[in-house]
Nanobody, 124 residues
């Protein structure tokens, strides 16, 4: 249901923009989010957005650098990543919660659907 794109290789201080396109109407979701997983580490919450109202949540270490947004008409979520750091290197996954799902927006266990992941590599 979810297709992530936009990863790549960038130098520290650079920018990348990720997209996550849903194959179903996003009105079926109550929230979507981005997670990342670096080699040898657990999957980590990055940002989330509630589909109704648009409230956003960001990992403290990315606040002021990353911005999550959505386009309802295009059934697409975005993650604008600026001032990238080498520690941002990871596979980034988009995820979605069904309209009836509950739980913390910060927990990957609260998300039912997952995209395939896109690699982001930040060189120093």
């Amino acid at each position: 249901q979810l297709q992530a794109s936009g990863g790549g290789l960038v130098q520290a201080g650079g920018s990348l923009s990720l997209s996550c396109a849903a194959s179903v109407r996003t009105s079926s979701y109550n929230a979507m989010g981005w997670f990342r997983q670096a080699p040898g580490k657990e999957r980590e919450f990055v940002a989330a957005i509630r589909w109704s109202g648009g409230s956003t949540y960001h990992l403290d270490s990315v606040k002021g650098r990353f911005t999550i947004s959505r386009d309802n008409a295009k059934n697409t979520m975005y993650l604008q990543m600026d001032t990238l750091k080498p520690e941002d290197t990871a596979v980034y996954y988009c995820a979605a919660r069904w309209v009836e799902d509950s739980g913390s927006y910060y927990s990957h266990r609260s998300y039912r659907y997952w995209g395939q992941g896109t690699q982001v590599t930040v060189s120093s």
